[in-house]
């Protein structure tokens, strides 16, 4: 599975690392979902972010980005899981992507897999100047 998502990732990923997602006529799953940051591990190979905050169908969500390093340390790979608590139960979902730094800010471009069978391309932006984490959420599947 893990094979799967990142070669479908990487025949997409072309395309969403443009700026005009409308472009690709990718639809919002939800708003524009504001996260808090409870974490930032850095380490020499990782770096671990969590956070936390509502969002629309999921939730209080929990997630945790794990951020490996490219050879010049301003990108790689990102992957990691969320949890989204509700009243009619919990969502779980996994996620793998690619990241990079753009004037500061951390970038994120991933496929998520949720447990209701539902597959969002997610982009968040980090800026760790100001702790602000921001995640939106497009239809895949």
């Known amino acids: 599975m893990k094979q799967w998502v990142m070669a479908f990732f ?3 990923a072309p395309l969403v690392l443009a700026d005009g997602h409308g472009e690709l006529g990718l639809e919002k799953r939800q708003p524009d979902a504001p ?11 990782t770096t671990a972010i969590s956070a936390q905050g509502d969002m629309e169908g999921y939730g209080k969500v929990y997630v945790t980005y794990h951020l490996s390093y490219n050879a010049d340390r301003s990108g790689g790979t ?4 969320g949890r989204g608590f509700t009243e009619a139960g919990v969502a779980s979902g996994r996620f793998q992507g690619f990241w990079e730094l753009v004037d500061g800010v951390v970038i994120m471009r991933n496929v ?3 447990t209701d069978n539902t597959m969002n391309l997610d982009v ?4 760790p100047l100001t702790e602000e984490l921001r995640v939106k959420a497009y239809i895949l599947k």
Not at 35 to 45: A, K, R, W, Y
Not at 78 to 81: M, Y
Not at 124 to 127: A, C, P, Q, S, T
């Open 124 to 127: 968040i932006e980090f800026n």
């Open 112 to 114: 998520v897999s949720i």
């Open 10 to 12: 990487c025949c997409v």
């Open 78 to 81: 990102v992957d990691g899981q």
């Open 35 to 45: 996260m808090t940051v409870t974490s930032v591990t850095l380490g020499q190979e």
